[in-house]
């Protein structure tokens, strides 16, 4: 299997009715946030399938052409061709193994390689804390001291003029959270805090809930105590989302 079968494969699904639908979900339109992207009208599930229908060999070096499509869908696919390929390297068992680092970091490479094409906010959520999330917290063999390689991977990002490499610097910790490890949550959390795109007060704010569903709700409700008089609205409310509807109204009238 080709990268160029694939793509012909999934162009031979297209869904007209689909597809308008889609455009407009995803906000296509002149000045909107994925103005020009384009869509072949296939929900998730079809492209999940896809992918399982592609053999585990398939070559590393076939998914850039899958990652550089005009086709949101195909885009899809190619990340999520990483995303198993990364989650088969990751099990406990291979967890130190030194082929599947060699293979972890490639993949995290060639993630980070093509982060502009994963240009819309469920391209970035489907992957980003399966790959980049996961490798933080993996041995790996990229830089001499690996905290600070980390940092500066997500630093970078994060200070990108690139809103879906923005959305990936906070999404990761998705991942983290869920392995126990909060801080990086908290620092992307802080460093985003006034940034002005809903799309990124809303990845906050579900982030800072996930944190405290994860990890400590103690930690999450220190985290308010030092910025819920200055987060956007949204924010707030995605943050707090699951609390007690008493608890809740104190947040949103903390001062």
Known sequence: M?????IQHME???NDEQRRILMRFFKTGPGEYG????FLGLKVPQTREVVKAVPKDFPLSEVPELLMSHWHEVRLCGLLILV??????????LERDENAIKGRDEILTLYLQYAEQANNWDLVDLSVHKILGHWLLLPTHLGSDNKDLRINILD??????????Q???IVCSWKTSQMGDPSWCLRYAEIHLHHPHDLMH???GWMLREMGKRVSMDLLRD???QHAHEMPRTMLRYAIEKMPERERQYWLAYD
């Open 2 to 6: 080709t990268a160029k079968e694939i």
């Open 12 to 14: 031979s699904l297209q």
């Open 35 to 38: 103005e020009g992207d384009e």
């Open 84 to 93: 198993a390929k990364f989650e088969r390297l990751a099990t406990k068992k």
């Open 156 to 165: 970078s990002l994060a200070q990108s003029d690139n809103l879906w490499k």
């Open 167 to 169: 959305r990936m610097s």
């Open 202 to 204: 809303k990845a906050v």
């Open 223 to 225: 985290f308010l105590r």
